[in-house]
Every structure is written in C-alpha cells, then in structure tokens.
C-alpha cells in the first residue's frame, strides 16, 4: 500500500501541491480509506506529504531549499559509510551487491526506471548496512525517505540516469577492492551529481509537477 502510493508520488500521478485523492486511489486500488489513511501517515513522515488537520493529505512540492538542506548532509552520511565499510564488509556482502548491481544495469538498458530505482536503493542500504554502524544506520533511514523522491526525478533526464550507471560502476570496483578513499569520494560525487540536477530541473521547472 505505502509503495504503492509513494510510486504514484514519485512518477508525477499525484502532483505536488494537489489534494491526495483518496476515493479514486480506494477505487484504483481497491481497498478501504482506512489502510489508504494509514499508508498516507507513514508517506508524512517521510516528508512526502502534509497532513493539515480535517483537510486531508497534500502532496508536497520539492523545493530546491530541501534539496539545499538535505543533500549535504546524506553527502556526510554515505561519506563516512565509504571510509568506514571496506574495513567491515564481507566478501558475501560484496557479492550480494554485485548481483544487485548487474540487475540495476539490466534495468538500466531496458529503461525500467522504476526496478532501477528500487536496486539502486538496496545497493545504498546494503553499503550502509555493512558499515556495521549502528547508529550511522539509524540516522541514514531517517532522511533516506525525505531525499528518496529528489534522487528518484533525478533520473527522469536520461543524461543524468546514464551518468549515475558509470558511477555505480566505478562505486562497485571501489567497494571490490576495498578502497575507501575511492568509495568516499564517489559515494560524494555521485551524490552531488544528483543534487545538481534535482536543482536545475526545478529551476527550469521540469519536475513533473
């Protein structure tokens, strides 16, 4: 239920500034108001929407002071993942997210963005998750639903989906040999890349909103 309607967020069906809907999506989906109004709460707590009291949800705009204010500080976080994992990842690990990596590129060739998007966010966790760090891991879940929706429009400039693809390319040879100074740095400018272009395309306005 909460995938479901946070995809409808992410692929522009639910508009920044609208009215969340909640008959149509019921019917849509064929539920009930009560999970629909259960799945919203946990959509406002990961900054997706307001919750205005007797009003019903509104879908939040993406702004590029959020951005401003969130990027930066995911920076940090997946920075110190990139100096901290190389010493505490196994080599399962790293196998897993190779395979999670190949399937990413297969999704990328055939343009599924969506199952693009759901690996590239498994191949994030599972490098923060072998960190071991417990609380660098509590505070990485806490913003990655606040910043998830900005990384996903990011793609939606096939110049920017190509570009991120390399990088996770040179993220993955990093992580194989265990150069965490390598992995910082790319783990940096691959999220920087993608805070440039979140801002530029609100600026010209081609946010799908």
Not at 21 to 36: M, Q, W
Not at 70 to 87: D, I, N, Q, R
Not at 126 to 136: D, E, H, S, V, W
Request: hydrophobic residues 40%.
């Amino acid at each position: 239920m909460v995938d479901a309607v946070r995809k409808m967020i992410f692929d522009g069906e639910l508009i920044g500034g609208q009215r969340v809907p909640e008959k149509l999506i019921c019917e849509k989906l064929s539920i009930s108001r009560t999970p629909l109004r259960e799945a919203l709460k946990v959509l406002a707590s990961e900054g997706l929407l307001t919750l205005p009291p007797n009003r019903g949800a509104r879908v939040n705009r993406l702004k590029a002071e959020d951005v401003d204010d969130m990027f930066p500080v995911m920076g940090a976080l997946e920075a110190l993942a990139g100096e901290l994992v190389c010493e505490k990842i196994s080599d399962a690990q790293i196998d897993e997210i190779r395979s999670l990596h190949y399937q990413m590129a297969a999704d990328h060739k055939n343009g599924n963005l969506s199952g693009y998007f759901d690996l590239n966010q498994r191949i994030h966790a599972g490098i923060m998750a072998a960190t071991k760090n417990a609380t660098l891991g509590d505070l990485y879940a806490l913003l990655a639903g606040r910043i998830r929706m900005a990384r996903y429009r990011a793609n939606f400039s096939q110049q920017r989906w190509d570009q991120a693809m390399a990088e996770h390319e040179k993220i993955l040879d990093a992580l194989v040999a265990r150069d965490n100074a390598r992995l910082t740095q790319m783990l940096r400018t691959h999220l920087k890349n993608t805070c440039d272009t979140v801002k530029s395309m609100i600026e010209s306005g081609d946010t799908r909103e």
